[in-house]
């Protein structure tokens, strides 16, 4: 059966293919978008924190044998925790500048985690072992989806949806958006504003991590794996709309389908898509597709 | 947008002057005295892009994320012409420069209606459409490049193969369009780009076409570009994706954030600094990545002013 | 002069005197030998810091010290990116009076290396990359091509899968100087003896994710995937195939370059039943056991590949022709000297140089062995036929290199 003259099976292989691309640029860009939301600050290390999370789990599982269900925990967990100390420590002395100095600080930070890994573990990946849960693979007929490529996508719709759900509608959630409206303002209530900063810098170094822990048995966890994703990332972000939860999530999952799409009808241009997307965006909507214009 | 800039208060005429002809001589000495010219050519393209790149954002103040797209351009397009076409490197270089300038003109259409972040971010995002056409582009060669750039012979008449001459000529180009920056900034279009700057509604309620001059300054930042970019491939011989890469872009605004945005020697300083270290660092693998992290981290928590920002800022205070 | 010209001077001088004229004309009284290596990406297993190791054994062996003379081994990475690389080689030859450059396991690094050497009057001994552009249309008289090339794995693993069936191809091509050539090759063999090629597409260097490459594979019902890449993109393209039931879907994997590490790091049970065309194997008789232990005690247990193996036999030979002219410094004579002298080491056995810079030696089609049919780890390959040597590479005729009448 052909659509468009593309017989079906290729169609709906791409399109899963590029779901679970979608699933990453998801849970990336909604971290980098919880952070420009309250932070104001573009935080190029996400690729970097990405990696990270990756090679705690590769390093639990190689040096303490610990499996890849803790890993979703400690991974995270651990990097974050390097995040509130990022935050603490230098982000927070760069508030009052112009919003580009966090950019500079973090994509410096970016290449010392990156120099430093490619160092003591060279560029090529180190293989991480699926977990036993997770061998084989579903037949669909038009392809085989592997069991753990399958987990990705419904964790990864998880994890978004119930990011979402909290800052959306919970009350901790109303704090954070009134914090990034008026932080004197929530101060004066009694908040602690600050480390209500600091949290949700680590939350969302937290949720980069996690990406990593989950990218590890797919992608191989390599030093370079969060560099060639981050500038696809910020792109998500920016055509969602830079302090979206919702438009990240969409715009992320929207774009995998994209690429997926461009590589059956067009593949050479499948890496230029995204990028054509958001020129065309900014062009027309600046503040993106759900943003606000600040 | 305000990063921290110097003010031209300390950049007074004699000053000035005194630096440039120390510059000139210390170039001009250097190879005779034993440093390694092709580190120094290195050097040379690299502070001719990074002096391009700190006309936009120092004087200009729009930071662009994506400047390696015009030194990369311009480098295939140059090494193109010499290799494939057989032009002279004038023409060569000429032609790449020009594939920059109408580069710049474009991506200046297309970016300068935004402000800050996503003027940033629109040029990284051109930036990375330029990178993945000349990865797909037959021309480019892809991950080998251009390969075997003739060197040739200049004006017919100075062989450019021989080092010591390619590193005169080079030297000349670097110092004919840094002088050339230096008048653009003290003419009354510098001014005005700086008042804009400054303050972009003030200016425009003076009867300012802002966005005319901030795009008159991103396609001559885009031309300088372009321009180092075929100086470069003619020197090295070789055109390659490391040149567009967006790392490229960024080691950009580290030897102008290092040296001192907004002064006139800052990029010049910046770059010599950051190539000599990776000249000297170049055995150590990816300790390079590392240092250039860790400058970047340090410059922008306590050291935003740069080298020569700093230098300026001391003197000044030294004088009262 | 300066000072370390002058003590060097005065050393080979001395030297000469002491022993006779050995050192007179070595340039500099030292032998610099440069390896040129990816240390820290995808091909650093099968060359990397054993690529060093080798060349010390080889400089060792060889006893050049012994009668007089200095030899100096420098290394650098060279990244897998030509600019890094030319960069590398033109320092190394004009800065640090480097006489000979070693190993490049990578094809577009080593065509631009190949340039330059030229251009200096150096010495390169390619006994890494695979292109066999290298003695064809980038033929140099400063190059001699050692170990394997791309038309030997197209016409020894490319005809023997095409022959046993394979007819129809779909490509997955490692984007760069070494992708196409094998890529070019090997569809020359296929539409040779009969078959198709379906279909193909390029892939980044060092790509990590092959999945939707795998399925255009799939959707193009080709009998054959053949992979042209190598290294970690090998390992990975093997390993996601079958994740996605490639081979249960009826289809073959062909990895047209594969060395003993990659088997290795793969396991024989999802290995195992590969094709392959080596020219080295450490356990095919007593010299190449040999070596392969002592070659063990200096490169963490690893076996050595058959990169490591040329490191080591392209010095030797060097080293040969350089006593024989009593001289290091003009390239283009020692390689004729090579190529004038056969050559006999123990791990390739007799084999001579041509015109065109290509070493020639006898090929081997192996099979990766099942699980059980090996006894213990590295034991991998069984050796179904070995090629002659005189038939196991490009006929001179056919290369395009202009130092061929």
Not at chain 3, 300 to 319: D, N
Not at chain 3, 355 to 381: F, Q, T
Request: aromatic share 10%; hydrophobic share 50%; proline share 3%.
């Amino acid at each position: 059966m052909e659509i468009f003259g593309i017989p079906t099976q290729a169609l709906f292989g791409q399109l899963l293919i590029g779901l679970i691309n979608g699933a990453f640029y998801a849970m990336l860009s909604l971290g980098l978008a919880v952070i420009f939301g309250l932070l104001n600050v573009i935080n190029f290390t996400h690729g970097a924190q990405y990696m990270m999370g990756a090679f705690c789990a590769w390093l639990l599982l190689e040096q303490w044998g610990v499996g890849y269900w803790w890993s979703l925990v400690l991974a995270p967990l651990a990097v974050g925790l390097t995040g509130v100390l990022i935050e603490r420590t230098m982000l927070s002395r760069l508030y009052k500048l112009d919003h580009l100095y966090g950019l500079l600080l973090t994509f410096g930070l970016a290449l010392i985690f990156q120099g430093l890994f490619t160092n003591y573990y060279g560029s090529s990946g180190q293989p991480y072992r699926l977990p036993e849960e997770f061998a084989g693979a579903f037949n669909l007929g038009f392809m085989f989806l592997p069991k753990y490529r399958a987990w990705v996508i419904v964790a990864s719709v998880v994890i978004c949806v119930s990011t979402w759900f909290v800052i959306e509608r919970t009350k901790l959630g109303s704090y954070l958006r009134a914090a990034t409206e008026n932080p004197a303002l929530v101060q004066a209530f009694g908040i602690n504003v600050p480390r209500m900063i600091t949290l949700t810098y680590g939350f969302g170094v937290a949720l980069a991590a996690l990406a990593g822990v989950m990218a590890a048995p797919i992608y191989q966890v390599n030093p370079q794996m969060g560099a060639n994703l981050i500038i696809v990332v910020f792109a998500v972000v920016v055509i969602g709309g830079m302090g979206s939860i919702l438009g990240a999530i969409i715009t992320g999952f929207g774009l995998g389908i994209v690429e997926g799409l461009t590589k059956v009808f067009y593949p050479e241009a499948s890496n230029t898509v995204i990028f054509v997307v958001m020129v065309i965006v900014l062009l027309i909507k600046p503040a993106g597709l759900f943003g606000k214009e600040r | 947008m305000t990063i921290a800039t110097t003010s031209g208060a300390v950049s007074h005429p004699r000053t000035m002057w005194i630096a440039t002809a120390t510059m000139t001589v210390a170039l001009v000495l250097a190879p005779v005295l034993g440093v390694y010219p092709v580190f120094l050519m290195k050097a040379l393209c690299f502070a001719l892009f990074a002096c391009a790149f700190n006309l936009l954002i120092g004087f200009g103040g729009l930071l662009s994320f994506g400047h390696a797209m015009f030194l990369g351009t311009a480098g295939y397009v140059c090494a193109h012409a010499a290799k494939e076409w057989g032009w002279p490197p004038e023409l060569a270089i000429l032609a790449g420069t020009l594939a920059a300038a109408a580069m710049g003109g474009v991506v200046g259409l297309l970016a300068i209606r935004r402000q800050g972040i996503y003027f940033a971010m629109i040029t990284l995002a051109l930036a990375q459409m330029v990178f993945f056409f000349c990865l797909q582009a037959p021309f480019t060669h892809g991950e080998d490049g251009i390969q075997a750039v003739p060197r040739g012979k200049l004006f017919g008449v100075l062989d450019l193969s021989n080092t010591l001459v390619m590193y005169y000529v080079v030297l000349a180009i670097f110092l004919a369009a840094f002088l050339f920056i230096y008048r653009i900034v003290h003419s009354p279009f510098g001014q005005v780009l700086k008042a804009i700057r400054e303050n972009e509604p003030r200016a425009i309620s003076l009867g300012y076409d802002a966005e005319r001059y901030k795009f008159l300054a991103f396609v001559l930042s885009a031309t300088l570009a372009g321009l180092a970019g075929a100086t470069k491939a003619i020197v090295f011989q070789l055109a390659s994706l490391t040149d567009v890469h967006w790392t490229m872009s960024g080691e950009v605004v580290l030897m102008t954030l290092l040296g001192g945005m907004g002064t006139i020697f800052g990029p010049v300083v910046g770059a010599f600094t950051i190539i000599g270290l990776e000249n000297y660092l170049a055995g150590f693998g990816s300790w390079v990545t590392v240092i250039t992290g860790v400058i970047f981290v340090v410059c922008v928590l306590a050291f935003r002013r740069g080298i020569v920002g700093e230098l300026a800022a001391w003197w000044a205070r030294r004088r009262g | 002069m300066n000072t370390f010209k002058r003590t060097m001077v005065g050393l080979g001088v001395a030297s000469a005197l002491a022993i006779g004229t050995a050192q007179a004309q070595v340039s500099d009284g030292v032998i610099k030998i440069g390896v040129l290596t990816d240390m820290s990406s995808l091909y650093t297993d099968l060359a990397g810091a054993g690529s060093v190791a080798a060349a010390k054994l080889a400089i060792d062996d060889s006893g050049i010290e012994k009668r007089g003379y200095k030899v100096e081994l420098v290394s650098a990475d060279h990244q897998n990116k030509p600019d890094i690389g030319s960069a590398i080689a033109s320092k190394w030859y004009d800065a640090e009076k480097v006489d000979v450059i070693v190993d490049v396991p990578n094809s577009g690094v080593a065509l631009a290396v190949n340039q330059i050497t030229k251009d200096k009057n150096k010495v390169f001994l390619a006994s890494g990359p695979a292109s066999s552009d290298l003695t064809g249309k980038a033929c140099s008289p400063n190059t001699v091509h050692w170990t394997y090339d791309t038309w030997m794995l197209a016409n020894g693993t490319g005809a023997a899968v095409v022959k046993a069936g394979g007819d129809s191809w779909f490509f997955i091509t490692a984007d760069y100087a070494f992708g196409h050539a094998l890529e070019r090759d090997t569809e020359a063999v296929v539409l040779k003896n009969g078959g198709k090629v379906l279909g193909k597409v390029r892939v980044p260097l060092n790509n990590q994710d092959f999945s939707s490459f795998l399925l255009q594979a799939q959707a193009s019902k080709a009998k054959i995937v053949g992979l042209a890449n190598a290294g970690g993109d090998t390992t990975n393209s093997i390993k996601q195939a079958a994740e996605f039931g490639i081979v249960k879907g009826g289809q073959s994997l062909a990895g047209l370059l594969v060395f003993i590490t990659d088997v290795h790091s793969l396991g024989l049970p999802t290995a195992q039943g590969l094709n392959i065309t080596n020219t080295f194997y450490w356990d095919q008789n007593d010299a190449s056991r040999a070596f392969s232990k002592r070659f063990e005690a200096v490169d963490k247990g690893i076996h050595p590949t058959m990169v490591h193996a040329g490191v080591y036999a392209s010095i030797l030979h060097y080293l040969k022709a350089v006593e024989a002219l009593k001289s290091d410094s003009d390239g283009a004579k020692i390689v004729a000297q090579m190529k004038a002298t056969p050559t006999d080491d123990p791990l390739f056995g007799k084999g001579t140089i041509r015109i065109d810079g290509r070493k020639i030696h006898p090929a081997y089609l192996v099979e990766v062995k099942k699980p059980s049919e090996s006894k213990g780890p590295w034991d991998y390959y069984k050796v179904k036929a070995t090629i002659p040597a005189d038939q196991a590479f490009r006929p001179l005729a056919d290369g395009g290199c202009s130092l061929v009448k």
